[in-house]
């Protein structure tokens, strides 16, 4: 008899069968051994889980229990620690080059490149357009007229913030998978000390004039 273990993953409760559980509980303690030492572990696995509670859900469709097959289609989506790295360079496992600029799977505002709330740099990324600069000048034009202004702080309310790394994936379309997660939680935290690092020498330098 296959027993129901009841569960929580990336913060949303869930019914699963014991031999999927199993599965499941191994995967995860080898990709917590896998980030262990990596910078920003904690979160690299924090949103991980929040993409893998995203596809149950989408995997159930109402369903009540998560099952093995859901598990399956799960890791094969998000690949495994053993198989980190081997894409090509430049390649994703889904096998697209980046050498372009791509199109957003989701539209979000991106609180990493904004100048009031993000909707412009997050619209950017949707439409495939390199530089936000181009949607802030749009929306300055239309702005003129009151539609702009309008249309702007309707999308503020309407549009989420991309929180996570899946979240910032998805908004510049890339695949969401164990890999990108993780390199896009990295990178995220070299650029928040490279920015310490500068606020604290030009600190540093300005104490030194007094």
């Not at 069968?17 to 303690?29: G, H, I, P, S």
């Not at 989701?106 to 009031?116: Q, S, V």
């Not at 990324?125 to 300055?140: K, N, S």
Request: glycine share 8%.
């Amino acid at each position: 008899m296959n027993k129901i273990q009841h569960i929580n993953v990336g913060g949303y409760p869930f019914s699963i069968n014991e031999d999927a559980y199993y599965k499941l509980d191994q995967y995860l303690v080898r990709l917590n051994n896998h980030f262990s030492h990596s910078d920003g572990a904690k979160e690299i696995m924090e949103d991980i889980e929040g993409r893998i509670a995203e596809l149950f859900k989408e995997y159930m469709q109402g369903g009540s229990i998560v099952n093995m097959d859901h598990v399956n289609k799960m890791i094969q989506v998000m690949g495994t620690p053993e198989n980190l790295g081997t894409e090509e360079e430049g390649e994703t496992s889904s096998g697209y080059s980046e050498a372009y600029y791509r199109t957003g799977k989701r539209m979000f505002r991106d609180p990493y490149d904004k100048k009031i709330s993000g909707v412009c740099s997050g619209l950017a990324h949707y439409f495939g357009i390199e530089d936000p600069t181009w949607v802030r000048v749009a929306f300055v034009f239309f702005g003129m007229w009151g539609f702009g202004i309008l249309l702007y702080i309707a999308l503020i309310f309407i549009l989420p913030e991309a929180v996570t790394a899946a979240d910032r994936l998805a908004m510049k379309g890339k695949t969401i998978n164990i890999q990108n997660i993780a390199e896009k939680v990295e990178e995220e935290i070299a650029e928040m000390t490279e920015h310490f690092h500068e606020w604290r020498d030009k600190w540093k330098r300005k104490k030194k004039k007094f």
